[in-house]
């Protein structure tokens, strides 16, 4: 009864400060749709750096009109910057402790996203996330159907998600194996988490899964095998609205040169601001 409650209360709060603020506000007549970029494993604002650069220009904005929010290593959030009045404010996320696990930037993420929300009162949100970030991005989104006063991801950009573990980490060069029907021989169990959560995914969700094979006769980026990148599709490929893979090969394909491939940002960029939802 007391969840219930505080469920409709904040549902018709949330309702009276939107009427509100879509009398104070233009911005809000269009709604805002904002854009999240996050790293992974050991890495920091350096490794989506490129791609807000690249998405900053192709949307005519200058060098320092995003959102960074920098959360500590006890989930404390503190930004930096601007965020804009435009229909795609981009946010860029930073994990100050750079050894943290998915499960942990999956919790974060979410608090995130609800304290984003509070401030700025938009109801959907696209993602891009490298490595780990990628693998935190669909655990947040099994949280969903759940929480249904949570921002409704819409787009969501996998780049070298180690969904199935990582080379010397629950994963070796060419032993695992996808089967004809997609459904890896073996499962780790951040992939069995998922796989049993499967029903909870998005149906009305739009991913891009994008990983790389340096050709070195591992299938790999070099940590992350293609099998364990690719594996993903078995889960969200026949639960979402549309599934694409971009696979790119040779030396680029390298697990910490894909966020930069100007190849891979044009793709993303292509997929988040010009491929409009039907």
């Known amino acids: 009864i007391f969840l219930q409650l505080s469920y409709l ?26 854009i999240l970029y996050i790293h992974g494993f050991r890495g920091g604002d350096y ?14 904005k200058k060098s320092d009109q995003f959102l960074k929010a920098n959360i500590n290593w006890r989930g404390k959030v503190t930004y930096e910057g601007t965020w804009t009045d435009d229909e795609h404010p981009i946010v860029q996320v ?16 979410v608090k995130l996203l609800f304290d984003l929300r509070l401030k700025h009162e938009f109801t959907t949100y696209d993602a891009i996330g490298h490595s780990l970030g990628a693998v935190a991005l669909v655990l947040v989104n099994l949280r969903e159907k759940m929480r249904p006063y949570m921002p409704r991801l819409k787009k969501l ?13 629950g994963d070796l060069p060419n ?3 996808v089967r ?3 459904r890896p021989a073996f499962m780790s169990p951040t992939y069995f988490r998922i796989f049993m959560n499967k029903n909870n995914i998005s149906d009305d969700l739009r991913v891009l899964n994008i990983f790389g094979n340096v050709g070195d006769h591992s299938n790999s980026d070099k940590y992350i095998s293609v099998t364990s990148a690719k594996s993903i599709s078995y889960i969200l490929k026949p639960r979402v609205k549309e599934y694409n893979e971009y696979l790119i ?24 601001y010009y491929n409009p939802l039907p």
Request: charged letters at 15%.
């Open 9 to 34: 209360i904040w549902l018709k709060f949330l309702n009276n400060n939107y009427i509100i603020i879509s009398c104070w506000g233009e911005f809000m007549k269009k709604g805002q749709w904002p």
């Open 47 to 60: 490794t989506t750096q490129k791609m807000i650069e690249s998405a900053l220009k192709c949307n005519g």
């Open 94 to 109: 930073v994990f100050q402790n750079k050894w943290v696990g998915s499960n942990q930037m999956e919790y974060w993420l």
């Open 157 to 169: 950009v996998l780049i070298a998600g180690p969904f199935n573990g990582i080379i010397g980490l």
């Open 175 to 177: 032993v695992n194996r």
């Open 180 to 182: 004809p029907n997609g």
């Open 249 to 272: 090969k040779g030396t680029n394909a390298e697990h910490s040169m894909l966020h930069d491939d100007s190849e891979i940002l044009k793709t993303v960029n292509g997929f988040i």
